[in-house]
């Protein structure tokens, strides 16, 4: 798997490379639309992804990769049998409310601090602040994700974009490639869950259609 596939930008690509690029594509474009089928493969994707970045180095991204391996298990059960609070209703997309941005910008900000120190002392790695970021915002993008928290796609904008400059740094050329279509992949899943929430909000529920007596308003 660590063979040479083909050269890019005058750096070899391989396999391993070639095989998680496809699966990772495949995973994205199943969260867009909100295929669950697109969990199972993040599974495979990650493991891939998780050892062509121990062999470069990046053991902020390996480490989060394993992460994702373990918690798309959680991931797609939530996407089929989750549900919001104390409803009993399937999970649908939703908007964050103040108090959960909140969390959201302290637990990422609290997580970038830890593994940026972690790999700073514990580990030869280069970039630990960069990839400490990237590994902390993919960990915040992907517990929202599998909460169908529509600001995930804005979580994974910035990781992106994060990662597109931090693996063309270390000559991973395809894969950052590749977050280059995640990046537009991110803008393509913000827009389309905004328009599933701007439908479903538009769709009255069953207690509103019916009158006192249980029939229809109509």
Known sequence: ???????????????????AFVLALANICCNVFEIHWG????IVAS???AWLFYASKLYGDASVNVFFAITALWGWWQWLRGHRGDSTTPLTIARLDATGRRIVFASWAALWIACAILLRFITDSDVPWADGFVTAGSVVGTVMLARKFIENWLVWLVVNAVSVALFTYKALHLTAVLYVIFFALAVW???GWQRRLTSSCAVPRDDERSGPSGGSRE
């Open 189 to 191: 899943g913000w827009i």
């Open 39 to 42: 969990w199972p493969l993040t």
């Open 1 to 19: 798997m660590l063979a040479t596939s083909f050269t890019l930008l005058g750096t070899a690509v391989t396999w391993l490379e070639v095989v």
């Open 47 to 49: 493991v891939l992804y």
